[in-house]
């Protein structure tokens, strides 16, 4: 029963989303109706700024992170991992807005992956940011660091179920990213700029 309730409780950290509360307390927006109508922190970056979009992204991670350390100090590893997979199961369809479109994971996986294996999130993190200072585009920093995250999992010593999670959380973000591939291909994806944008997509 109590790996049952750290799960639920995985699911519902994870289904706060920062990415809508945040743009509709601090400047009226519902965050749906803006920019590619994503929770996730790249879209409220684009549309809103830099500052909230950094607060978006800190507790959407922080919120991964919570779920799985919760998990890992009072169910173990395995209770760990899967209140992790459950919050970034949350963060995709919020429980808190109806179990609608919620954002792609990124951050949210991030948390997790940083609670259970830390240095290598560290490793790919700084892998998000050289891929984005290269190419100016969030999606394509997410799915590069997302491929890299399992290798240094591997690397690392993580154990064969977090390096599975890895590899299964990448397959999960390229595939929430399938637009973002799409506009790629035919080079219609938006380049992401440091200044405010409100029309880009996320």
């Known amino acids: 029963m109590k790996e049952v309730l ?9 289904s706060m989303p920062w990415g809508y509360w945040l743009p509709r307390i601090l400047r009226g927006v519902n965050i749906r109706k803006v920019g590619s109508g994503s929770t ?20 959407d991670i922080a919120k991964g992170f919570a779920a799985a350390l919760l998990g890992l100090w009072l169910g173990g590893d395995l209770v760990g991992l899967l ?20 954002g792609k994971i ?3 996986t991030g948390g997790v992956a940083l609670a259970l294996v830390p240095l290598a999130t560290l490793a790919a993190a700084i892998v998000w940011v050289c891929a984005f200072l290269a190419t100016r585009y969030t999606s394509v920093a997410s799915m590069v660091s997302a491929t890299t995250l399992p290798l240094f999992a591997l690397l690392f010593g993580a154990s064969w179920p977090v390096v599975a999670f890895t590899a299964g959380a990448a397959v999960a973000i ?20 440091l200044r405010r944008a409100s029309k880009a997509r996320g």
Request: overall charge positive.
């Open 6 to 14: 750290l799960i639920l409780t995985g699911y519902a950290l994870g």
């Open 40 to 59: 996730g922190a790249a879209n409220v970056w684009r549309t809103l700024g830099f500052k909230i979009g950094l607060g978006v992204a800190l507790l």
């Open 83 to 102: 209140a992790g997979i459950a919050a970034m199961v949350g963060h995709w369809r919020p429980l808190f807005i109806g179990f609608s479109r919620g």
């Open 106 to 108: 990124v951050a949210t």
């Open 174 to 193: 390229f595939v929430l990213h399938r637009a973002n591939i799409a506009r790629l291909l035919s080079r219609s994806e938006n380049r992401f700029e």
